[in-house]
């Protein structure tokens, strides 16, 4: 499978912007390249140099040809996902603190587990790997 990469032209959220093309396709990936800005560096490559993993796909940079992943761009976006998967969580324990209030019963763990949620980001932080990032789930202690 070939792909049509090519720099983030301005108007996409994504660094590198991946055009798959079947073969049935009637414009060429070359005749397509020929219609993007040089300085985009539009570049046709094998579905083997991408980065094998595409959960960070928003954070893809080209450089000379090369398909890697911006280190920085992905923690942001583990960050965004981690804080929007950690909100159901932090709700349900909103409920159980207080129903522990109302009965008087200890809130030490549901207040710990509270502030683990809240932290959980800065894990990602210290990362210095995609798969570090990979490996940060809520579960993570």
């Known amino acids: 499978m070939k792909f ?25 990936l070359e005749e397509m390249k020929k219609n993007i800005p040089i300085e985009l560096e539009p570049t046709i490559v094998s579905s083997n140099k991408l980065p094998p993993d595409d959960r960070f796909i928003m954070a893809w940079k080209l ?31 909103d409920v159980e603190f207080q129903r522990a209030l109302e009965t008087g019963a200890d809130t030490t763990a549901i207040v710990a587990e509270k502030n683990r949620l809240r932290d959980i980001t800065l894990l990602v932080d210290s990362a210095s790997t995609i798969e570090e990032l990979i490996s940060i789930t809520l579960d993570s202690k």
């Open 4 to 28: 049509l990469i090519h720099k983030n032209d301005g108007n996409s959220p994504i660094q590198v912007p991946v055009i798959k093309i079947a073969e049935s396709e009637l414009m060429s």
């Open 63 to 93: 450089e000379k040809g090369v398909v890697s992943i911006d280190l920085d761009k992905a923690k942001e976006l583990k960050k965004n996902h981690l804080r929007s998967e950690r909100v159901p969580f932090l709700a349900n324990l």
